[in-house]
């Protein structure tokens, strides 16, 4: 059992004066509390600046220098509700017991005073005076106290407590290693996991301890507490917290005089002591890529995943093949992406169909984390590869990954392709003798999940391990390979004169990783990797207008309208058509609103409109009209949101000042009407590709233009011209062939036919029947392929997580040339559609069911992870009532998307988003008309998440 460290005898008498000079500096005893009494009113930036409390320069009536991160503010209003949190942690180490609680920690937390304290953001009056937000008022009664800090840690545990001398650049770890003998961190059940570190400041970091889980380490400064439950103690997160959370209010520990036992004391760590970002243990498991692109060692996969919202790209080669893959981490646990593999010795098809042109093989991949890692239990996941493609090299496995310190360790047991060298039985095979034999992969069309053949078959052991070397950009990898190199598919056996694998990984960059690796006993291998995490894009607004100062004192009597409106316009960019008021409300009606955030839009408005209009006015609304429609309306609490901007409140609340609603009916006072534009209109740059098939990878650049006339708020007619600048498109030989009509697979022809095209050319028309029911109308050209008339309904209640729309159309197929010819195809298309924002990991669902462009009928299903910074990963699949023969190749429509802001891309506030689409082959089953108006995007701001969307890093 872990106790603390006690001196022993004689080296207590040897070290009395040390020990003892260390305790008075510790207590206090050195220096005393210095308080300071506000003004009332007063800030706190404001009483720093009066005593001259200022970083690195101050100093009390005796002239001792004082730290200022031993400040507490000491609010009288906080007082009554650190009582109850100080009785309510008394009550629950009460109910705890003594088994779980040590018989120091009741009488400590006993004797610790409430001191009120209010948490603060910095202790430089220079920053809290320019941030005004963070900047406290004061009241007579406050008090700001000044502890000594001393020069000490204080260690509370499960086993025990001690007091360490602090030194600098020393992690928690040697702190803990210094109060609890070592060797009990190796003991079945004892050692840390987590601890948490609470600084002086009272800021909290809950760091990761364990061999298993190390990470970065936060250093403590002099004065810190540090609370180490054992592993075994049986402390739940939220009993830690709730000790953790009081201790936040004390600054620097100094002993109740009310505790009669001294905690021990002891030496700081060896002077050796290595710096907090090489400590022992101190590693943070960095996922790597396989050379198939998902996470893991070499040719085998891991359990690991990558941090949610990531994306990579990977291009690896090992000689005959070269791997192209697009991996997406939509969830922590979920690791999905599609391949494209070129087999290098062999050819696609014959010399007249596709030249020289090799083999190419499309495939998608699935890993699914099945458990987290914990001291003792491994993570687990299981996957697939090559899921959704000819099934070449069609595996799935279990794998499992533990860690030891710089060490992770890789265990898995494969089935098909990655385990062709195993000769294990199945172990499945008590339940049915099937899973005994795999089937061979049937090519057929492609496309269809070979579920029949999934965990069949004789299985192989594969495993490996990473270490992360001293040098924080180099890992190395070892592995065993479960594949049996000489039955490659295509006929294709390569020589393996050995099944261990070996390579290094060096991390160019954040974004950049390459290997190099050894592989099959004989054969180099090469693999580079980017990766990003688009959940945190975003990108400062330096070429925006400067935010509005929000600034306090007397408001203007009367207001410039004209010039307010201009001032909203130029900082949302939204197109204020007018300014009405009703009482103590002012009411923007803002037009056609095409914000990605728009709670930064309505922060931005009200902090001009509060600025500028009288402080008669307490609430601001802003009515958003689109397209004549009364979408939503946004009111803000001007009082409230103006304290949130000018002040810390004393208590945090979740209280919002923005809420949204249903545009009211009620009578408003016209003030002021805006000019309306009746035309816009721009130019850009467009770009198309294709890739696979006999052509391979194709390109096309092209130069754009559009335009939009209003004959009314709600009527209007949108058209766009393509022009090509260059490209490839000009060797697209392969023709497109189908069973069914064809509506898609003749894209060769719409895309080479002419270089100028009319991409789009139509009327539009949409209003409201009554709250909650939109409908449009709408004909012309209405895409690149297909022209005609249609119309769209759709109910969505405001605030809802859920809406259905239904949309019908009667279109014609247009000329290849895309001009204002049609050929001989029309057919009836639309679909019953249901959105539902599922409240489950930001998922929103959307399922149609209806007639396709090709007459087919059936159902898509549309998941996609929508982050909180706009950034949408989704995947998409369309089964219809057509055979998978008759469909085609892949069998049925399925794809990957990534939609990216383009606000989360530029420096300035731009509308719109970027997007990218893999679509494993194009075909004409499953075929939808690329409707250019959505209701359900016209009506986003209805949604219960429109307020939380903002640039990634900002808090809600």
């Not at 200022?54 to 400040?71: D, F, I, V, Y």
């Not at 924002?837 to 996609?864: M, N, P, R």
Request: aromatic share 10%; charged share 20%.
């Amino acid at each position: 059992m872990a106790v603390p460290l006690q001196p022993n005898t004689q080296a207590m008498k040897l070290k009395t004066t040390a020990a003892l000079g260390l305790l008075i500096t510790h207590l206090g005893w050195a220096q005393a509390e210095t308080i300071y009494t506000p003004k009332q009113g007063e800030r706190l930036s404001e009483l720093l600046m009066r005593q001259q409390l200022l970083p690195g320069t101050a100093r009390n009536a005796q002239g001792q220098a004082l730290q200022l991160e031993g400040m507490v503010l000491q609010r009288a209003a906080l007082r009554g509700k650190q009582e109850l949190q100080k009785t309510q942690l008394i009550t629950q180490l009460a109910v705890m017991g003594p088994s779980k609680v040590p018989a120091y920690l009741q009488p400590l937390v006993d004797g610790l005073p409430v001191t009120g304290r209010q948490l603060l953001p910095s202790q430089d009056g220079h920053v809290l005076a320019a941030k005004i937000n963070l900047d406290p008022i004061l009241q007579n009664n406050d008090q700001l106290v000044i502890q000594p800090l001393g020069n000490t840690i204080t260690v509370l545990g499960t086993k025990g407590q001690c007091i360490t001398e602090f030194k600098p650049e020393v992690s928690v770890l040697a702190y803990l290693e210094q109060c609890f003998p070592k060797s009990s961190w190796y003991q079945f059940g004892e050692g840390f996991d987590q601890a948490w570190l609470v600084q002086p400041s009272g800021e909290v970091t809950q760091l990761n301890v364990g061999l298993w889980n190390q990470t970065a380490q936060t250093l403590p400064q002099p004065g810190a507490w540090v609370w180490a439950p054992a592993r075994n103690s049986g402390w739940a997160e939220q009993e830690s917290l709730r000790l953790v959370q009081f201790l936040q209010t004390q600054g620097a520990y100094n002993q109740p005089a009310s505790t009669a036992v001294q905690p021990p004391v002891v030496e700081a760590p060896e002077a050796d002591a290595v710096a907090a970002n090489n400590t022992p243990f101190d590693y943070t498991v960095r996922p790597t890529r396989s050379d198939w692109g998902t996470v893991g060692l070499l040719q085998m996969p891991s359990a690991r995943m990558a941090e949610e919202g990531t994306i990579s790209i990977t291009a690896s080669r090992v000689e005959p093949y070269s791997r192209y893959s697009f991996i997406y981490q939509p969830f922590e646990w979920l690791e999905a992406g599609f391949r494209y593999s070129i087999i290098t010795n062999r050819r696609f098809g014959s010399d007249a169909f596709s030249g020289d042109r090799k083999y190419q093989d499309k495939s998608v991949d699935l890993k699914v984390r099945l458990l987290d890692e914990t001291a003792y239990v491994p993570e687990v996941a299981m996957g697939l590869r090559d899921i959704g493609g000819t099934g070449l090299f069609s595996s799935e496995y279990f794998v499992a990954n533990k860690r030891a310190g710089k060490f992770d360790f890789t265990l898995g047991l494969g089935f098909g392709n990655m385990a062709t060298g195993g000769g294990i039985s199945n172990p499945f095979g008590f339940i049915t003798d099937e899973f005994d034999t795999r089937p061979a992969p049937d090519v057929g069309v492609g496309g269809q999940a070979n579920s029949s053949a999934y965990f069949r078959g004789e299985a192989a052991l594969f495993g490996g391990v990473e270490w992360q070397t001293p040098w924080q950009d180099l890992i190395l990898k070892v592995e065993v390979d479960g594949n049996d190199y000489s039955n490659e598919p295509l006929n294709n056996p390569q020589v393996q004169s050995s099944n261990i694998n070996y390579g290094a990984v060096y991390r160019i960059n954040d974004y950049i990783d390459f290997s190099v690796s050894v592989q099959r006993g004989n054969t180099m291998g090469f693999a580079l990797s980017f990766k990003e995490n688009v959940s945190k894009y975003a990108v400062p607004k330096i070429t925006d207008p400067k935010p509005v100062v929000v600034t306090q004192g007397p408001r203007p009597t009367s207001t410039d309208w004209e010039k307010t409106v201009k001032l909203v316009e130029q900082q949302t960019t939204w197109n204020v058509e007018s300014v009405q008021q009703r009482g103590s409300e002012v009411q923007l009606t803002v037009k056609n609103a095409d914000v990605t955030y728009p709670a930064k839009a309505v922060d931005k408005a009200t902090a001009a409109l509060h600025e500028n209009v009288a402080e008669s006015i307490n609430w601001f609304s802003f009515n958003y009209k689109n397209r004549g429609a009364e979408v939503a309306q946004h009111v803000v609490n001007r009082k409230q949101w103006a304290a949130d901007k000018t002040e810390l409140p004393v208590e945090q609340t979740n209280s919002n000042p923005v809420a949204a609603v249903e545009p009211n009916s009620y009578a408003y006072r016209p003030v002021h009407t805006d000019y309306d534009p009746w035309y816009n209109g721009g130019v850009g740059l467009g770009y198309e590709q294709t890739f696979g098939g006999a052509n391979g990878y194709l390109f096309q650049f092209t130069g754009y233009a559009r335009g939009e006339i209003e004959f009314t708020d709600s009527t209007w007619v949108t058209g766009r011209i393509d022009h090509v600048l260059g490209g490839t498109f000009d060797k697209f030989t392969q023709r497109g062939t189908s069973r069914l009509p064809q509506v898609r697979t003749n894209f060769r022809e719409y895309s080479t036919a002419s270089d100028t095209k009319l991409s789009n050319l139509q009327l539009n028309h949409v209003g409201q029947l009554s709250q909650n029911h939109f409908y449009s109308l709408y004909g012309g050209y209405l895409e690149s392929m297909f022209g005609g008339v249609g119309g769209e309904y759709l109910y969505r209640p405001m605030n809802s997580r859920w809406a259905i729309g239904v949309d019908v159309n009667r279109v014609k197929q247009r000329a290849f040339e895309q001009d204002f010819d049609f050929r001989n195809y029309t057919v009836n298309t639309g679909h019953v559609t249901a959105y539902v924002d599922t409240g489950f990991e930001d998922i929103l669902a959307t399922v149609s069911v209806g007639q396709y462009l090709a007459g087919d009928k059936g159902v898509t299903v549309d998941l996609s992870r929508v982050f909180d910074n706009g950034v949408r990963i989704g995947a998409y699949a369309t089964k219809t009532n057509v055979s998978a023969e008759d469909f085609g190749e892949g069998s049925f429509d399925k794809g990957i998307y990534l939609r990216v802001p383009f606000d989360a891309l530029f420096t300035s506030t731009v509308p719109g988003d970027a997007s990218f689409n893999w679509v494993q082959v194009t075909r004409d089953g499953g075929a939808k008309l690329r409707r250019a108006l959505s209701l359900f995007e016209e009506t986003s701001t209805r949604s219960p998440r429109a307020l939380k969307f903002r640039p990634a890093g900002e808090v809600n």
